[in-house]
């Protein structure tokens, strides 16, 4: 099944190129003339309808490629839940008891610098 519209419209342009030189050239047959113009039609139209028929399915695969990485990343995120990063403990003042600011040494009350 095709989730990719992209993909799908290369898939159908890449059909109607193979069918639509397929026709010619049984057409350019059939009108008379060499073989060479209605073979060469036939060989032109199968060769560029498969180029874009392999894009489309280079495309239909990358797609499925992404759903299956998000899938693998949803699940290992309910796996391994994230852990908070670690506080550190708040700490007083030696003088006052006052709580200093995180990462200070210098108390905001009494400016004792503690150690």
Not at 20 to 39: E, H, I, K, N
Not at 103 to 114: F, L, Q, R, W
Request: proline share 6%.
């Amino acid at each position: 099944m095709i989730k990719n519209n992209i993909a799908f419209a290369l898939r159908c342009v890449g059909g109607v190129v193979v069918i639509g030189g397929v026709s010619w050239s049984l057409y350019a047959l059939l009108g008379g003339g060499t073989w060479f113009q209605p073979f060469l039609f036939f060989v032109v139209s199968v060769v560029l309808g498969s180029i874009v028929w392999g894009i489309s399915e280079i495309i239909n695969l990358h797609a499925q490629q992404i759903d299956i990485q998000l899938r693998l990343e949803e699940k290992l995120r309910k796996l391994v839940p994230e852990t908070p990063a670690e506080e550190k403990p708040v700490e007083f003042c030696a003088h006052c008891g006052t709580q200093l600011p995180p990462g200070g040494k210098t108390c905001p009350s009494c400016h004792e610098v503690n150690q």
